[in-house]
């Protein structure tokens, strides 16, 4: 993640869209490497966050209903581990989300979200990997 962070640290003087930043920043090796493994993580974060904000939970009530702690909670926020296969199951389960992951083969350049995907969802994509979430 340092990798991440230093770019974003070294850019935020200049005045660039997010898309035109991550498309400078996705040449570099290092970046694009550490972006594509962080892209479940990533979604999953941002789809938890926005659920509990949206429904007025705090990070303990949500935790309450995932039968997790806030801690554990607070981790999947941070998107800071790839969350397992049973969470993933415990999270859509639990919070009625959809999760629709497309795996295929390396592609330049990265893959675009398909729009029927994007329709109020969370998704992000990489060279392999589609991933969207979204109330089901």
Do not use: Y
Request: net charge neutral; proline share 4%; with cysteine.
């Amino acid at each position: 993640m340092n990798v991440m962070l230093r770019s974003m640290a070294a850019r935020t003087s200049s005045l660039q869209t997010f898309d035109e930043w991550l498309e400078q920043d996705l040449a570099d090796p290092a970046f694009r490497a550490e972006w594509q493994r962080t892209v479940l993580a990533r979604v999953i974060s941002h789809a938890i966050t926005r659920h509990r904000n949206a429904h007025g939970l705090s990070q303990t009530a949500l935790g309450e209903r995932l039968g997790m702690s806030q801690t554990q909670i607070s981790r999947l926020e941070l998107g800071e581990h790839t969350p397992s296969f049973e969470t993933l199951l415990r999270v859509a389960d639990a919070l009625g989300l959809e999760l629709s992951m497309t795996i295929g083969p390396k592609v330049e350049p990265r893959r675009e979200i398909p729009a029927k995907l994007q329709r109020n969802a969370v998704c992000d994509a990489t060279d392999q990997v589609v991933i969207s979430v979204r109330e089901a």
